[in-house]
């Protein structure tokens, strides 16, 4: 919302909700046309091993660029003590049917933490001085906004893994199934987009907690709901990588030793790359461009394009020949814009009207409002 200006910001999520749910249902579609029952045998199939080389390379680095943990309080310990004592054992599972469970308390979580960032926008939003051009219908770096958004939808790398744990698994009923998934997604992306946004309007970070101070109970709360949630996903991400070096290295299969050690050596890294960094803003971004982007817009409609006999006037043809050149701008023009011009980054400092001295969030009286304009159009230079 911050970088594509609110109005279109919420016309770019129903897009790229939109594209996200054909792009995962064409995947299935391509797979079938093509015998395969994996994202890299279909890429192998229709574009040879260089394109298997390349989607490998995609979905292997996509759950490295991830550091969702940014845990203010002994985040160094409290990540690797999460991750021996949760993520590890939780990875290590053969069958990705046996994490549904873990996946759904997931969910329930994220709803939590969707109820307590609405009851803070209620409380907390009036009381945050709203910057000069918040409501601008749009702004220049919407490009970077559909990086963070392709981010947010991202889920082809294991949509084959999904599709087979499915009981007598379908294209008719995986289409079913990811329009329910796409729907429930989008509206909750919008609730904690426009409630976000609507608290802090141009002074949000990359990491919306960041925004919150860190005497409020209710986000600390918050905080580690969303610690548990991250420690719950990111098992599915670890299956994608290892299935990927399964193929590569080892033709598809892993022994009972080597399934230990390489799971051990991606959980690894993987954390050594979440305890260096603590800015998740161009995490997200670089994640969105470099591969969320073309593992939505790009691989899907060429694979489809490649494979399908269809009419050029087919409906999911003229789709495919618009999403690729869009992902492939949404790339390019992304990657760029992201390394010039970077999201805002605390650190995990706290903003400036966290602190007594700046302004009172229980007086709402005018002259404590203007006393937070003034203060917040002097401390603007830091979030630019």
């Known amino acids: ?3 594509a200006g609110f109005p279109l910001g919420i016309l770019l999520l129903f897009w790229v909700s939109y594209v996200t749910d054909f792009s995962l249902i064409l995947l299935i579609k391509g797979g079938a046309l093509s015998g395969t029952d994996t994202y890299q045998s279909l890429v192998n199939k229709t574009f040879g091993f260089p394109g298997y080389i390349l989607l490998s390379v995609l979905q292997f680095l996509y759950p490295f660029i991830v550091d969702p943990e940014n845990v203010f309080i002994g985040r160094h310990f409290i990540i690797g003590l999460s991750t021996v004592t949760f993520t590890l054992p ?3 599972y053969r069958n990705i049917a046996k994490l549904g469970k873990v996946s759904l308390i997931s969910t329930g979580l994220t709803t939590l933490i969707l109820g307590i960032v609405m009851a803070k926008a209620i409380s907390l939003g009036p009381h945050i001085p709203k910057t000069e051009d918040a ?3 749009a702004k220049p770096n919407a490009i970077q906004a559909v990086g963070v958004m392709s981010f947010a939808f991202i889920c082809h790398h294991n949509s084959f893994l999904v599709y087979s744990s499915l009981e007598e698994p379908t294209v008719a009923k995986w289409s079913r199934l990811i329009h329910m998934s ?5 509206f909750i992306c919008i609730f904690f987009a426009t409630c976000g946004y609507l608290t802090f309007t141009g002074f949000t970070q990359g990491d919306l907690f960041e925004n919150y101070c860190r005497n409020d109970d209710l986000v600390t709360f918050g905080r580690f709901c969303y610690g548990v949630t991250v420690i719950l996903t990111y098992p599915m991400e670890c299956f994608v990588t290892r299935e990927v070096i399964a193929n590569v290295f080892f033709g598809g299969n892993l022994s009972s030793v080597f ?4 799971t051990v050596m991606v959980i690894t890294v993987a954390t050594l790359v979440s305890l260096l960094i603590d ?5 997200l971004e670089l994640n969105g461009v470099l591969c969320a982007t073309p593992l939505i817009f790009i691989i899907p409609s060429a694979c489809y394009l490649k494979l399908s006999e269809e009419p050029r006037t087919h409906s999911d043809k003229i789709m495919s020949y618009v999403m690729l050149p869009i992902g492939a701008a949404v790339m390019v023009f992304g990657f760029v814009m992201a390394i010039t011009n970077p999201q805002d980054c605390t650190h995990g400092q706290e903003m400036f009207y966290c602190f007594p001295d700046n302004f009172s969030l229980t007086n709402t009286s005018e002259s404590h409002i ?11 230079s830091i979030f630019q």
């Open 182 to 186: 796409i729907v429930i997604s989008v």
């Open 135 to 137: 409501w601008v219908f």
């Open 1 to 3: 919302m911050k970088q």
């Open 370 to 380: 203007q006393q937070t304009t003034q203060l917040s159009i002097l401390n603007i």
């Open 259 to 262: 399934h230990i050690v390489v």
């Open 90 to 92: 939780l990875s290590l």
């Open 279 to 283: 800015c998740l803003g161009i995490v």
